[in-house]
């Protein structure tokens, strides 16, 4: 089939080479448009957008694709079905009526579950042990269409988002390729999604990554490994911001107020909680680059009694 990929950052990256080396024609690629990067916000193209322009692909940008003159780009490259995979814009009519065989998204979990755009990180936050990745067929509503295809994925006890996500986009581009080919040998068999087991995966933003020290510690891990790499977990100390990285949950039976910070015996740091304290692997002081925790504490020579801040109310684990 003649193929329209429409993908934007490097997780959609490995399904757009498995439809290259697929016996479809990837006849061109939807992606957002170049964004600011890095502290001097240069203008930069999308990782799917530079994969594209390597394999000389027809490149359109755009946001909205159910623009006029977005459409008249895509109805040019005569298209019959579109593979989508973190395109990040919102697909609607006419748009959606184009292809003939529509639009086949690759969403990453297991559906009706995390239905929105950051299903991944919200499976770790909720203590998961499995998920996977869908393929559907892309309707108005929020990721409601009919799933074509699954495949499941272990969730680790040390999986961040960054590595779940990576495992996930690597072992669900066969998956998209194998629903292309039963759409166009005529063997797909779309099912509706049943109404239970619905759940929500609406964005993260740095603001809803503060942690709350008086959660217990397998909470708090969970949601911190979530959080890692993007958007980051924080917490502060007098109001100054500390990037913190995966911790890793103790059983030690003593009692560390939550968010005070002491150096354990075998030279680790640990972090006090609801429950057990949790070890600190990785900080990012104020202004300063990622450091092993325990040269941080050695550096910081903490005092007793040294202790992030912790918010008046404990949010919902």
Known sequence: MRVLFAGTPAVAVPALEALLASDHEVVGVLTRPPAPVGRRRVLTPSPVHERAERAGLRVVTSSRPHAEETLAQLRDLDIEVAAVVAYGALLREPALSLP??????????????????????????????????????????????????????????????????????????????????????????????????????????????????????????????????????????????????????????????????????????????????????????PGKPWMDATAWARGARLADGWRFDVAEEVTDA
Do not use: C, Y
Request: glycine share 10%; aromatic share 4%; charged share 15%.
């Open 100 to 285: 003939p065989h529509g639009w086949i998204n690759l969403h990453f979990s297991l559906l009706p579950a995390w239905r929105g755009a950051a299903p991944v990180q919200h499976a770790l936050m909720a203590g998961d042990e499995v998920t996977g990745a869908s393929t559907f067929q892309i309707e108005a509503g929020l990721d409601t269409g009919p799933v074509l295809g699954t495949m499941t994925e272990t969730i680790t006890p040390t999986d961040t988002a960054g590595t779940l996500l990576d495992r996930l986009a690597h072992a669900g581009a066969p998956l998209l390729v194998s629903t292309l080919d039963a759409i166009a040998n005529g063997s797909a068999q779309p099912q509706p999604q049943p109404s239970d087991g619905v759940s929500l995966a609406p964005q993260i933003t740095s603001a809803d990554a503060e942690i709350d020290w008086r959660l217990p510690s397998h909470v708090v891990d969970r949601r911190i490994r979530g959080l890692t790499p993007a958007p980051g977990a924080w917490t502060t100390h007098h109001g100054e911001r500390f990037k913190i990285g995966p911790v890793i949950p103790t059983m030690l039976r003593i009692f560390v107020p939550p968010g005070a910070v002491m150096a354990n015996g075998d030279g680790g740091v640990l972090v006090g909680t609801a429950s057990a304290p949790v070890r600190l692997t990785q900080i990012a002081p």
